[in-house]
């Protein structure tokens, strides 16, 4: 097997924290290639989900949703 110590240092470093930035990272990414510009209280909705398994719901929400609004349904709560 090929060893590549700096490969190993940036797995090593995922952390449940950076874990949970990147998968916000990654939904917001989506909905802008998608939608364009993302409203903040989206961003902030995203940002407040600490729970792996929902991120990773809305992970396929963002991919799959037929519009902003129905995204923002399912993650602004007022």
């Avoid at 090929?2 to 995922?14: A, G, Q, T, W």
């Avoid at 874990?19 to 909705?45: S, W």
């Avoid at 940002?47 to 992970?59: P, R």
């Amino acid at each position: 097997m090929l060893e590549i110590p700096f490969l190993d240092e940036i797995v090593m470093e995922k952390t449940p924290e950076t874990a949970r930035e990147t998968a916000q990272q990654d939904i917001v990414t989506v909905l802008e290639a998608r939608f364009g510009d993302v409203p903040g209280d989206v961003v902030e909705g995203i940002e407040s989900i600490d729970d792996h398994a929902q991120l990773k719901g809305l992970v396929r929400l963002a991919a799959s949703c037929p519009d902003l609004a129905a995204f923002r349904d399912a993650v602004v709560h007022d």
